[in-house]
């Protein structure tokens, strides 16, 4: 079962509104006592429904959950969809030059900021939610992925596990370095990270990158699962045909 509400980030975009979703699990409907962990996505708009995605192709992740009976809420909301690079501001911790998109304004504190002190506490109240930090985890693609890793590292202290799928690393990559040997991290800190084999390419030397970054993590103790996708590419059918993959990760032991 999906709920689908209006909101309003003012931080980020005053009173224009923007969709969020839900996900309930529907063991809710037999055990209405039941309280599950919660997992919180980004580009909330690409997660459930063709018609509301961007390309015309979600990630059919209802579906997943539905038949895998998967004793899950996830919580998300679209993303800023203006053309003066809205989504790249929001979705990365870090001010960058963007090829093809110039300078961009990295606002995703401000993101993170309203997620774990206005979302999440909304989350909560309103839905049948385990609260604390060791059933709350958080996962998206592309800078969706950035800001997931980001969330794991920034605020560790709300999130335990993350899925960071085709993460955009090539964002201030000096500066992604640095964060990670400053993060507070607590000792089970888990992250899914992955990247399609079709997409290294798509910026140089990313398979290098890939391995600094997971060096970096494992050194500092996170529980990591790193892969290539055989013939994974930067689209929502290949984040699909992942979701058994990330799924397993952040659930894992948690069953």
Known sequence: MIERWNLTIPELTGNKLRRAYVYLPNSLKSNPYSRFPVLYMFDGH???????????????????????????????????????????????????????????????RTTMDWMVHTFKPYIDQAFPTLPGRENTWIAGSSMGGLMSLYALLEYNWAFSRAAALSP????????????????????????????????????????????????????????????????????????????????????????
């Open 46 to 108: 690409n997660l459930f429904f063709d018609q509301d995605a961007t390309y015309g192709k979600s990630w059919n992740l209802s579906s997943y959950l539905d038949a895998a009976q998967t004793p899950l809420i996830v919580a998300a909301v679209e993303c800023n969809h203006s053309p003066d690079n809205g989504r790249l501001s929001e979705y990365s911790p870090f001010s960058f030059q963007a090829p093809n998109s110039g300078w961009v304004t990295g606002r995703g």
């Open 168 to 255: 955009s690393l090539w964002v201030a990559p000096h500066r992604l370095e640095q964060l990670i040997t400053d993060a507070h991290l607590q000792s089970n800190s888990t992250l899914y990270m992955d990247y399609g084999s079709l997409e290294l390419g798509n910026h140089p030397n990313m398979a290098r990158y890939l391995g600094r970054i997971a060096q970096l993590l494992m050194e500092r103790g996170v529980l990591l699962n790193c892969r290539i996708v055989p013939d994974g590419d930067h689209n929502e059918a290949s984040w699909e045909r992942q979701i058994p993959f990330f799924m397993g990760t952040l659930l894992y032991g948690r069953l």
